[in-house]
């Protein structure tokens, strides 16, 4: 069985930095390329990020280039976000999903974790 | 303001079809193949339909999808009360070089 079990999600103050974790199992991790998405309270859904297979090919959002970083650690079957410079707008539920190839060039999210709560306020 | 657009509301009443549609442009649905997304209150999305008109193992047959130009279609056939939920639309965009969102449509069953 998929598992995507995200971790890391706090009340963070703005201009810090917050480090967030997926632990994957149930799949070959390093087959597939994964995703984060974020839901601000109340709103849809927002791609914020993507990795390959093999971090070969890395995207981001325009609202977040600069400020986050996505990392994988095929050996520990994890993702990571690691959100620098935090602003008000980043507050969101964080969802962890993996993709359904390994390109990361691909909206088909098969599997999602049940998501971290960020909150970013002074 | 969302890249791909969604109508806010739909509703039906049981046994109903309903059509939710997404409109785009060429540099998103207009090059690359649509993914639905199902949000039922207070938990994570769900892939409902992908690659236009593929449905995963275990969602029911009274889900379809299409795509046309530069827009897509979501029907929902012999409604039912637990396919009341958020739905949203999802594309590679080639020139944003990312995935972008429609901005959900919440589905009603009356």
């Known amino acids: 069985e998929v598992q995507l079990v995200e971790s890391g999600g706090v009340l963070e103050q703005p201009g810090r930095s917050l480090r967030l974790s997926c632990a994957a199992s149930?799949?070959?991790?390093?087959?597939?390329?994964m995703h984060w998405v974020r839901q601000a309270p109340g709103k849809g859904l927002e791609w914020v990020s993507g990795?390959?297979?093999?971090?070969?090919?890395?995207g981001y959002a325009d609202s977040v280039k600069g400020r986050f970083i996505i990392s994988r650690d095929n050996a520990k079957n994890s993702l990571y976000l690691q959100m620098n410079s935090l602003r008000a707008e980043d507050t969101a539920l964080y969802y962890c999903?993996?993709?359904?190839?390994?390109?990361?060039?691909?909206?088909?999210?098969?599997?999602w974790g049940q998501g971290t709560l960020v909150t970013v306020s002074s | 303001q969302s890249v791909l657009t969604q109508p806010p509301s739909a509703s039906g009443t049981p046994g109903q079809r309903v059509t939710i549609s997404c409109s785009g442009s060429?540099?998103?649905?207009?090059?690359?193949?649509v993914n639905w997304y199902q949000q039922l209150p207070g938990t994570a999305p769900k892939l409902l339909i992908y690659?236009?008109?593929q449905r995963p193992s275990g969602v029911p047959d009274r889900f379809s999808g299409s795509k046309s130009g530069t827009s897509a279609s979501l029907a929902i056939s012999g409604l039912q009360s637990e396919d009341e939920a958020d739905y949203y639309c999802?594309?590679?965009?080639?020139?944003?070089?990312?995935?972008?969102f429609g901005g959900g449509t919440q589905l009603t069953v009356l």
């Open positions: 990795i390959s297979w093999n971090s070969g090919t890395i």
């Open positions: 999802a594309a590679w965009d080639d020139g944003l070089i990312g995935a972008v």
């Open positions: 149930g799949f070959t991790f390093d087959d597939y390329a």
């Open positions: 060429s540099s998103n649905i207009g090059s690359n193949t």
């Open positions: 999903a993996k993709g359904s190839d390994s390109s990361g060039y691909s909206t088909t999210f098969d599997y």
């Open positions: 690659s236009n008109n």
